[in-house]
Structure formats: C-alpha cells, structure tokens
C-alpha cells in the first residue's frame, strides 16, 4: 500500500480491512493522510466504504470534498473474507484538466509568462493588438518585445559581437552554430532591433522571437510481436482497462484491423517536441527513448504540464497490459523532447532547436502538437533541415476554428492535421484551411496523464499524434519508404470525410490504419480508400471496357464489309 | 425676366428632386445604408456558440477524466486486494495498526 500510495500521490489514504462488521476480530491497517483532517462527509464516506467490505461487498461514494477540489472514497473486497481495501481517492486531475483545456482551446487569453513580456500582433506584423478574451488569441500572434532572431550571412567575430552588444546594448539569449542569433535588448523593442539588422547588417532574416502554444521493453501481453505481413485472422482487442469503454478513437480509424499488418517496431523513433513526457509513467516505462530538455538543458524532460505526457500516450501507451489505456502502437518509441515550458509555451528558437536535436539523433517521426499564426524562418528552416534528413513532421492545425494558417503546419514540408468527433464531423474548435492535409480523432481522447493518471483531452494536438503513430506504422511496414512518399500515402489512403475529395475540414479525409499499412507493406496495389476515389476507379474501369467493345465492333463491321459479307 | 427666373426655379426643383429622392427612399437593391450591428450580432453569435461548443468539450473531458479515475484506481485497487487476498496478509504490515 505504501509503494501505491508513493507511486499514486492522488490516492490520499488508503486502508486494508478485515473481520465481521462490528465484531470485536475487526481489524484496519491504514497508511496516509489522517483522515481527521477531511470533511466530516469524508469521513463519513469512509466507514460506509469499512462497512461494505466487511459485508463482502464493494463501495463507491458521490464526489466529496477533498483540498478545495473533489475526490472521493472506494472500496474492493478481496478473496473470500470479509476483507479488503478502502481508499480516499483526491480526483485533482478532473480540475487540472479543465484549467489545462481553457488554455488548450483557447477559451483564455495568454497565459503571463514572467520571462518574456509578450504582446499580440496581426499576424506578420507588428502591430501591437491587446489580447483581452481567449477567442481574441485566433487573430494574434506573440513574441517577446525585447527579443529578436537574427540569422547572419557569416559567422560572427568574437569583436563583432562585443561591439553589437555595445551598440545595442545587447544581451544574447541563445545562439545557434554562431550564425542565428536570438538578441535581448534593455533597450530597444523588436522592431527597432529589426530595423538596425536589416539596415547594417544584409541578414539571411531578422524577425521577432515568436512563441508557440500547445494546441490544446516488450509489453507484458499475451500476443507475440507481429511484423509487416504475418497473417492473423481476427482484430485484436486490447486488455487495457479503460480501452474498450473510453478509446473510441482507435477502432475509429481501423487501428485494431492495421495491427494484423503490422504493431510496429522498436526501431522506430517518434519525437515528441512537446512540454516533456514522464518519464516513469506506468504506462510509458520501457517505450521511452533518451530525450532532451531544451528549456533547461540541465534537468531531464520531464512533464511539468501534462500535455506531452498524454500526446506521448496515444502514441506509444503499452498495449494489452491490463492497465490504463493502449496506445496505437505496440513498439514504437518516443523521444521526449521538452521545448515547451511550464505555461504550456515556447519559442521560435526552442522549438526549432528541439526539432534539430531530433532529426539529428535518429526520430524518423516528429510530432508538433503546437502552433501559432506567425511565419519564422528559423522554424522553417528547422523543419527543413529535419525534412531534408528524412523524418517526417507532423503538426497541428491549432484549436481556434479559424481558415488562417496556423504554423507549423502550414508549411509546406509539414502533414498539418485537423481534428474529428466520434461523430466523424469536423471538431468544433478544428483550424481548417487549404493547407490541412488529413484529419483523425481529436475529441475526448483517453491517454496518460502525469502523476501516473490518466485524462481526456480535446484538440488538434490530440489528432496529431495518431498521424504520428500511424507513420511510424507504416515505417514499420517498409523501413524503406520516404517522408514524403508516407505523407503521400496518409492522404490516399486517408477515408474521405466531408465534401467529396480533398477539402478544407478534413483535407484528404481521417487517416485509415489499415489501408495505409497495407499500402505502405505493398499489399494494395491501388491504395485508394476514399470511396470517391474507388467509385472513380470503376467508372474509369467501365467507360474503358466500353470503349473497347466498340472499337471491336467498328473493327468487325470494316473486316465484313471489306470481305463482303 | 420673370419666365427666365421661373425656369431657372423649375430646374433647380428638379435638379434638388433628382439628388434627393435616392436618399430619402433608397432604390431596391441599392446600397444598404443600415448601420452594420446585425453582422456584429451575427459575428458575436456564432462566437458565443464557438464558446459554448468549447465550454462543452471541456465539460465532456472533466467529466471522462472522471470516470477514467475512477475506473483505473478501482482496478489499481482490485489487483493490489487480490495479491494480498493471495498472501493471506495485510498489503502492508509494518503499517500501524489498530484494533477496533
């Protein structure tokens, strides 16, 4: 019971009971929080919950008051005895989830940062905007007012630099391969920093220093490891405790059907750029590969959020372990990768250098599960240089329900993914737009949580990770497969949602594991799930055959009439 | 000179009845010189059913988070009975212990 309660601080006490009720055998070892220091409603709930066990039977109280949130009291007979265990059980996630889906989804304005001093723009100027409602944070874009991000055409001198701080009275915040720059000033604002750079300095870019939010070992089971065409004949079901009753998502989008194909490989890499994962989530241990903190570079990257904790789980939870949920796939790793800070935000320059670290040691996938309306060239760059050594990124479109372009994902390297129901419509929060090229399940997704718990999440950041998950999938299917060819592939196999063919709501459709597996194994020698596409192809298949049988009648007609008959 | 002063009068009416009968009862189809607070009403409701839907997910996810809690510690609960329930001791011992 301790190592549960140490592991599990949201369970608060927590008792192990036996004997007849009001016998005088009755015996109760406790470990916790003295419950004298509860509601009387607490305590009351609590031998109710006595009670029942030593009547053989369970108990479940309504919500109770526990810290100024809720919680509330279980009970577990155990065997055969008039035994077992009572619990007081502090349910902190539910409050802590719904202050973390206000930010995800915008319904603040953004959040204070006591590091940067931030202040909204049009999106692509720099004109201040006050941000005073969170639906106002759709049309802004922030930065940090006395920052800038310089890229230089050369390399600076040790002399340049000195005599640049000098001048500008500059400070310099971060610096990448001595050519980018990110500048702080005590004294002049980002525009005036962006003047002087362009003026006396010809740089590649100057631009202000934007922020980014978050948009909104083997498992233990029975079934053995199955590669890219082993043959199974019937899905298979995870034992997980929460999945069949919670994770619509997953049969959503022919997940169990794909893993017939394939359930991945640990070979496999997908970076999680994000606000870090727990590390020693029960549900994440051993599908974790070394990560890395950007924000501070001396801690490891760790979760203090909750949100790169959960995207990590609908990726790589462990599947058919008995516990909590399954994650989409059986052996993929995660890479967590911190460069989002404890408001849930980070910068230009942290996102770019957590999507360099990551295509340089070895993801094959990167997950972006944030997002503003600002172009940076440094991020671009970034994605670039990450695209160009063969990974895949993939965004989200962000959760203002607005056609702008929200970055990352706009670009062009980038798979930017909308958000669905389990009502397979556009979700109400989704960006949509030209540039959204698939969409999957973003509404009420169970994943894991930190404090080894576990939450549902709404959002584009939610529907990220499946495409995510999905690519490593189809890497597993053929390792040989490009970023770009993958990306292809999502979207044709993607099963059409919406107005017929590519739209702005779901772009090619919601992503289909199993056709896309199986494309990506070779096993569909025409990958084309979208019913349009295969209502095209057997028109085209019919007005051919048409075609032909006339040409065979003109040809029969010229031969008798040649011949006389 | 007074027929000059008559027709320069007539026209003038004219010229005055031209310009200002548009204005008083614009043409149909014309330009809808009604001031705009019904595009803010409309712009301002459907951001308010934009708030809602919000408010709504949210209030769906606290409320799964709910349940999932519940589900998992009872689980949680249940393995860690049963193991004792093997034993055939208390889950912890040294725990201090009182008899009631």
């Given at each position: 019971?301790?190592?549960?309660?140490?592991?599990?601080?949201?369970?608060?006490?927590?008792?192990?009971?036996?004997?007849?009720?009001?016998?005088?055998?009755?015996?109760?070892?406790?470990?916790?929080?003295?419950?004298?220091?509860?509601?009387?409603?607490?305590?009351?709930?609590?031998?109710?919950?006595?009670?029942?066990?030593?009547?053989?039977?369970?108990?479940?109280?309504?919500?109770?008051?526990?810290?100024?949130?809720?919680?509330?009291?279980?009970?577990?007979?155990?065997?055969?005895?008039?035994?077992?265990?009572?619990?007081?059980?502090?349910?902190?996630?539910?409050?802590?989830?719904?202050?973390?889906?206000?930010?995800?989804?915008r319904?603040?304005p953004?959040?204070?940062?006591?590091?940067?001093?931030?202040?909204a723009t049009e999106p692509g100027k720099l004109r201040d905007k006050q941000v005073t409602s969170g639906d106002a944070n759709g049309n802004a874009s922030?930065?940090?007012?006395?920052?800038?991000?310089?890229?230089?055409?050369?390399?600076?001198?040790?002399?340049?630099?000195?005599?640049?701080?000098?001048?500008?009275?500059?400070?310099?915040?971060?610096?990448?391969?001595?050519?980018?720059?990110?500048?702080?000033?005590?004294?002049?604002?980002?525009?005036?920093?962006?003047?002087?750079?362009?003026?006396?300095?010809?740089?590649?870019?100057?631009?202000?220093?934007?922020?980014?939010?978050?948009?909104?070992?083997?498992?233990?089971?029975?079934?053995?490891?199955?590669?890219?065409?082993?043959?199974?004949?019937?899905?298979?079901?995870?034992?997980?405790?929460?999945?069949?009753?919670?994770?619509?998502?997953?049969?959503?989008?022919?997940?169990?059907?794909?893993?017939?194909?394939?359930?991945?490989?640990?070979?496999?890499?997908?970076?999680?750029?994000?606000?870090?994962?727990?590390?020693?989530?029960?549900?994440?241990?051993?599908?974790?590969?070394?990560?890395?903190?950007?924000?501070?570079?001396?801690?490891?990257?760790?979760?203090?959020?909750?949100?790169?904790?959960?995207?990590?789980?609908?990726?790589?939870?462990?599947?058919?372990?008995?516990?909590?949920?399954?994650?989409?796939?059986?052996?993929?790793?995660?890479?967590?990768?911190?460069?989002?800070?404890?408001?849930?935000?980070?910068?230009?320059?942290?996102?770019?250098?957590?999507?360099?670290?990551?295509?340089?040691?070895?993801?094959?996938?990167?997950?972006?599960?944030?997002?503003?309306y600002?172009?940076?060239?440094?991020?671009?760059?970034?994605?670039?240089?990450?695209?160009?050594?063969?990974?895949?990124?993939?965004?989200?479109?962000?959760?203002d329900n607005t056609d702008r372009p929200?970055?990352?994902?706009?670009?062009?390297?980038?798979?930017?993914?909308?958000?669905?129901?389990?009502?397979?419509?556009?979700?109400p929060?989704?960006n949509y737009g030209d540039?959204?090229?698939?969409?999957?399940?973003?509404?009420?997704?169970?994943?894991?949580?930190?404090?080894?718990?576990?939450?549902?999440?709404?959002?584009?950041?939610?529907?990220?990770?499946?495409?995510?998950?999905?690519?490593?999938?189809?890497?597993?299917?053929?390792?040989?497969?490009?970023?770009?060819?993958?990306?292809?592939?999502?979207?044709?196999?993607?099963?059409?949602?919406?107005a017929?063919?590519?739209d702005t709501e779901?772009?090619?459709?919601?992503?289909?594991?199993?056709?896309?597996?199986?494309?990506?194994?070779?096993?569909?020698?025409?990958?084309?799930?979208?019913?349009?596409?295969?209502?095209?192809?057997?028109?085209?298949?019919?007005?051919?055959?048409?075609?032909?049988?006339?040409?065979?009648?003109?040809?029969?007609?010229?031969?008798?009439?040649?011949?006389?008959? | 000179m007074r027929r000059r002063y008559a027709i320069i009068g007539l026209l003038f009416t004219v010229a005055v009845a031209i310009f200002a009968v548009p204005i008083i009862v614009p043409a149909p189809g014309g330009r809808d010189v009604s001031p705009p607070p019904r595009q803010e009403s409309r712009y301002s409701a459907a951001a308010k059913e934009e708030h809602a839907e919000k408010?709504?997910?949210?209030?769906?996810?606290?409320?799964?988070?709910?349940?999932?809690?519940?589900?998992?510690?009872?689980?949680?609960?249940?393995?860690?009975?049963?193991?004792?329930?093997?034993?055939?001791?208390?889950?912890?011992?040294?725990?201090?212990?009182?008899?009631?």
């Amino acid at each position: 019971m301790k190592d549960m309660l140490a592991a599990n601080p949201h369970f608060e006490a927590m008792a192990w009971t036996s004997g007849s009720s009001g016998s005088s055998g009755s015996s109760e070892t406790a470990v916790g929080a003295k419950l004298e220091r509860y509601d009387p409603a607490v305590r009351q709930a609590w031998q109710e919950g006595i009670t029942a066990v030593r009547l053989g039977r369970g108990f479940e109280s309504a919500a109770l008051p526990v810290h100024g949130d809720s919680g509330y009291v279980l009970a577990v007979p155990a065997g055969e005895g008039r035994q077992g265990l009572v619990a007081l059980i502090h349910a902190d996630a539910v409050d802590e989830v719904g202050k973390h889906q206000r930010r995800n989804l915008r319904l603040v304005p953004y959040p204070d940062n006591s590091r940067f001093r931030t202040q909204a723009t049009e999106p692509g100027k720099l004109r201040d905007k006050q941000v005073t409602s969170g639906d106002a944070n759709g049309n802004a874009s922030h930065y940090a007012v006395d920052e800038v991000v310089v890229k230089l055409r050369r390399q600076l001198t040790p002399r340049e630099l000195l005599q640049l701080r000098k001048t500008l009275n500059l400070s310099v915040a971060r610096e990448h391969r001595r050519q980018t720059y990110v500048f702080r000033s005590k004294t002049l604002r980002t525009a005036q920093m962006i003047d002087y750079f362009n003026k006396n300095w010809n740089p590649v870019f100057a631009e202000p220093h934007y922020l980014y939010l978050t948009n909104d070992g083997k498992p233990a089971g029975r079934l053995a490891p199955l590669g890219a065409g082993s043959p199974l004949q019937t899905d298979v079901v995870p034992n997980d405790t929460l999945y069949g009753q919670y994770q619509w998502n997953l049969p959503e989008i022919a997940t169990e059907s794909g893993w017939n194909v394939t359930r991945g490989k640990q070979d496999i890499v997908v970076a999680v750029v994000d606000t870090g994962v727990q590390l020693d989530h029960p549900d994440l241990k051993g599908r974790l590969v070394a990560g890395t903190n950007i924000v501070d570079p001396s801690a490891p990257p760790e979760d203090d959020v909750g949100h790169g904790t959960h995207v990590a789980g609908i990726i790589a939870a462990e599947v058919n372990n008995n516990e909590g949920v399954a994650g989409m796939t059986w052996y993929t790793k995660v890479m967590p990768v911190k460069a989002l800070d404890n408001s849930g935000a980070g910068t230009t320059y942290s996102v770019a250098e957590g999507i360099i670290w990551a295509a340089d040691h070895g993801a094959q996938v990167i997950n972006l599960s944030l997002g503003n309306y600002a172009q940076a060239q440094f991020l671009h760059d970034a994605i670039k240089y990450a695209h160009d050594k063969g990974a895949l990124v993939v965004a989200a479109s962000g959760n203002d329900n607005t056609d702008r372009p929200g970055y990352p994902a706009a670009y062009p390297e980038v798979v930017a993914v909308g958000a669905t129901g389990s009502d397979e419509l556009r979700a109400p929060y989704s960006n949509y737009g030209d540039y959204i090229d698939v969409a999957a399940p973003g509404t009420s997704i169970a994943s894991t949580y930190p404090g080894s718990r576990y939450a549902a999440l709404s959002g584009t950041s939610m529907a990220t990770p499946h495409v995510s998950a999905l690519a490593s999938l189809m890497l597993a299917a053929d390792g040989s497969l490009s970023n770009d060819r993958i990306a292809e592939l999502l979207g044709k196999t993607a099963r059409d949602l919406g107005a017929a063919g590519k739209d702005t709501e779901f772009g090619y459709g919601q992503i289909d594991v199993r056709a896309a597996v199986e494309a990506a194994a070779g096993k569909s020698a025409a990958p084309a799930a979208s019913k349009q596409a295969a209502v095209a192809d057997t028109q085209n298949a019919g007005q051919a055959d048409v075609v032909q049988q006339r040409l065979l009648e003109r040809l029969q007609n010229l031969l008798s009439n040649l011949l006389g008959h | 000179m007074r027929r000059r002063y008559a027709i320069i009068g007539l026209l003038f009416t004219v010229a005055v009845a031209i310009f200002a009968v548009p204005i008083i009862v614009p043409a149909p189809g014309g330009r809808d010189v009604s001031p705009p607070p019904r595009q803010e009403s409309r712009y301002s409701a459907a951001a308010k059913e934009e708030h809602a839907e919000k408010l709504d997910t949210i209030k769906r996810d606290m409320e799964t988070t709910g349940m999932l809690c519940r589900i998992e510690c009872s689980s949680d609960m249940r393995k860690l009975a049963a193991a004792a329930s093997k034993s055939g001791s208390a889950p912890l011992s040294e725990a201090r212990k009182k008899r009631s």
